[in-house]
């Protein structure tokens, strides 16, 4: 017999998608603890140079690449609570490891006396940023199947909007914390502080998740409506079964699959460039340290614009589509040249920087760049779909994101080198009117700026219409 409860759905859903979002929220504010203390504290206490921290974010780049191939096979393997809780065990330890890396390296080179305190941080670094890759690529595959289980199909692109907004949140919120923890406590703490909120997030996942069949938090009512679009996934998993996936060798044969390589190669690095390099820019060309008020503040700023601006990615190819009556890909392609404008903000960053002795119109400007990035790397995978058979989108899907990953860390490697280059020639280093470091940044904005426009005339080179490719 039905009880008055039976028929009211619960929303237990929801709480399980507020864990996935605090979830995302500590996989970036962790990432981004070392740039936010690597101007004020680590360069100086270790003796870096602009171009060790390039090798240092330029190996967390494509480490993480790497272990992305083979983390959704892994969360699969283990299931999403199992498989959730040693991801963000791993990253979360991988994240405190780094407030030792000083206690060892003084232990090592003291021992050793040849050894370069320099050069042994570095390589104490890599371990660590290692192990954070690590785990960290586990968060999304987690996280969208966890989504899977608890939303039908109407739902699930909310809800996965809600957790992926963690991502921007935690660029927000890191400002306004880890500089005064490093201040105030010491960089070390900073480290451990915050890679700790991972351990506590695993204590509220351990008890709060099951699948919906079995958790005691899920009525009747609402386990119902989670499993509304069963029937029609099952018939989809049973197409699925009879189509032919591409080998992944295979991909490179066909231009469609270059076109989204080589724009996912051209551009990824733009999006971490400056979500690492951005609080020792303003740093070093305005003198806003991280832990004052105007260098949170520019970053808040920065961030807040692109959060706000990248909405649009998803908006305006449905827009094209629903009142214009444009076909889904051509939607897409035209809403992508739009936002490739956007980046070119970049170009105008360090001249007005300069001109207005501000670094607000900085801060503004990477913003929209930044935005632009968002906006088309929205749709940038969405083409992998549109063109491709579905058995073979997750296949390169990883693929990409695996040259992506390469192209990042090309990106890091180069700025690192250049930065400290540049520094070093001082005023014997010039481009188009600025000297040393300043034209060290100014070059690599050039590069942010213009990567869209490129990459967008290489997709339309390789894909000058509508070719959708056919299992054979």
């Known amino acids: 017999m039905k009880t008055r409860t039976d028929n ?10 507020s864990l996935l979002f605090f979830a995302t929220t500590i996989n970036y504010m962790d990432r981004q603890v ?44 283990m299931g999403t609570k199992k498989g959730y809780i040693i991801s963000i065990c791993v990253w979360s ?22 050894l ?32 899977a289980e608890y939303f039908p199909k ?52 351990a008890f709060m998740y099951d699948k919906p069949e079995k958790s005691s938090r899920v009525n009747p009512a609402e386990l119902a409506y989670i499993h509304t679009d069963d029937a029609e996934e099952a018939a989809q998993k049973s197409a699925l079964a009879e189509e032919k996936s591409i080998p992944i060798l295979k991909c490179f044969k066909y231009r469609q699959a270059w076109a989204v390589i080589l724009a996912k190669v051209i551009t990824d690095g733009v999006w971490w460039f400056f979500l690492f390099w951005a609080p020792s820019y303003f740093d070093n060309q305005f003198g806003a340290k991280a832990t004052t008020t105007l260098g949170q503040l520019l970053l808040i700023v920065l961030y807040t614009i692109s959060s706000v601006l990248s909405i649009f990615g998803g908006y305006l190819p449905k827009f094209y589509v629903e009142k214009k009556g444009m076909h889904p890909f051509d939607a897409r392609i035209r809403s992508m040249l739009i936002f490739a404008f956007f980046p070119l903000c970049a ?14 119109w900085p801060a503004i ?41 390469i192209g990042t860390m090309a990106v890091q490697k180069i700025a690192g080198n250049l930065f400290a280059f540049a520094e070093k020639a001082g005023s014997g280093f010039t481009f188009l009117g600025f000297e040393g470091k300043p034209a060290g940044y100014f070059i690599i904005f050039c590069y942010c700026g213009l990567a869209y426009v490129v990459a967008w005339v290489v997709m339309r080179i390789c894909i000058p219409r509508y ?5 054979e």
């Open 154 to 205: 109407k739902d699930r692109a909310f809800s996965t909007s809600i957790f992926n907004a963690g991502a921007s949140v935690g660029a927000l919120v890191a400002p306004l914390c880890i500089p005064p923890l490093a201040k105030h406590l010491g960089w070390e703490m900073a480290f451990i502080i915050i890679g700790g909120l991972g351990f506590i997030w695993v204590f509220f996942w």
């Open 116 to 147: 370069a305190v320099s050069t042994t941080s570095v390589y104490l670094f890599l371990v660590c940023r290692g192990v954070l890759a690590l785990g960290e690529s586990g968060n999304f595959p987690a996280a969208i199947k966890v989504t």
């Open 93 to 114: 330890l991988g994240a405190v490891m780094h407030a030792f890396c000083g206690q060892a390296t003084s232990l090592i080179t003291a021992s050793n006396v040849a």
């Open 8 to 17: 009211i759905m619960t929303n237990w859903r929801w709480w399980i998608c």
């Open 467 to 471: 070719m959708p490719v056919k299992s």
């Open 347 to 360: 170009l105008l960053a360090q001249p007005m920087g300069m001109h207005f002795d501000s670094p607000w």
């Open 34 to 77: 070392l740039s936010l203390t690597y101007e004020e504290f680590i360069k100086p206490e270790f003796h870096w140079t602009d171009a060790e921290y390039g090798t240092v974010t330029s190996f967390f780049s494509i480490f993480y690449a790497i272990a992305c191939l083979f983390a959704g096979k892994f969360i699969d393997w």
């Open 365 to 405: 400007m990477i913003g929209l760049a930044c935005a632009g990035h968002q906006a088309w790397s929205a749709n940038e995978y969405s083409l992998v779909s549109d063109m491709f058979p579905k058995g073979s989108i997750a296949t390169l899907t990883g693929l990409c994101s695996l040259l992506g990953g």
